[in-house]
């Protein structure tokens, strides 16, 4: 091939590269060509970016699968790889991520900057191939709940990478979301609690269903639990019905929550009086807030709802 065309291309792969779900098809089909045939002839592809046009790796066959069919067969020589995620939530499996990085033999930084990818929790180390654990690869994942997570190949765990500046993690749970996102969560929930980062808001939408007899964890209509948080912030509920003991119940994780001012209520059903008894002097001297949409705010002293 002659010199002046592998000069344009490697001027053209030396930027960002990016394949969007909107471009036309030949337009997808042109960029793919362009870094297959950069990798062909060993030129390095600076970065690589999909964006809402990723379908999945297939892994019997080595490659990626884009939404219009086209498929990236080689990219020895891409550096860092980009996946975004559509509005659709879909879940990239632990053979589909380990065999994405070995088809990427020169992939120095792999990110997923978006939640509607979904990745493993982990990743058993007997699983993970040498060649990977050596080569040590920087695979990020940012949710945007407000920390950048990265694989420690050491572990097969999650990390805290980054913490975006001046903001702290909020994290919404809705009935629809899928348990591997609502674990995912969770697992987000614990790290920033064990880190010290303040959770600044959690949001439960019609996925709570009850409080643990010993008031130490929430249970999801998942099944999934969530533990004491002692950064959370601020709890908001929607749609759950309040017997007057589960009520008690969730005074009393809101107790052990160190940080906890905040407990708003949305579409409940709770007791219209509660036993002043039941409020302990932690949660007046706190100056918890209970907040119930329609009918005011508690009153800590009385146990009564006040209209403000």
Known sequence: MEADVLNTVRDLVSRNVCIKGEDSRLLQRTTTQLVELACQHGIPVSCLHLESCFTKFDVTNSCIVLRSDFRLTNMNTVRVLCIQGSWTEREITRDELLGLLQAGGGIKELRFPHRWLLLP?????????????????????????????????????????????????????????????????????????????????????????????????????????????????????????????MFVRMLSYVKKCPQMVELRLYMCEVPDVVDPEVITPLLKQRGLKVYLGGRGFLDLETGCWKVP
């Open 121 to 245: 929790l982990s990743i058993p180390l007997e699983t993970i191939p040498s060649v990977l654990k050596r080569r040590n690869i920087n695979v990020q994942y940012d949710r945007g709940h407000g920390l950048v997570y990265r694989l420690s190949w050491e572990h097969g765990q999650w990390k805290i990478h980054d913490q975006r500046a001046d903001q702290s993690l909020r994290v919404e749970m809705d009935q629809s979301d899928s348990q591997l996102e609502q674990e995912w969560c969770i697992q987000e929930l614990k790290m920033a609690a064990e880190a010290s980062v303040d959770i600044y808001l959690l949001g439960l939408h019609w996925s709570f269903d009850t409080v643990a007899d010993d008031a130490q964890s929430i249970l999801l209509t998942t099944g999934c639990t969530i533990p004491i948080l002692r950064t959370l912030q601020r709890l908001t509920i929607s749609g759950a019905d309040f017997n007057l003991g």
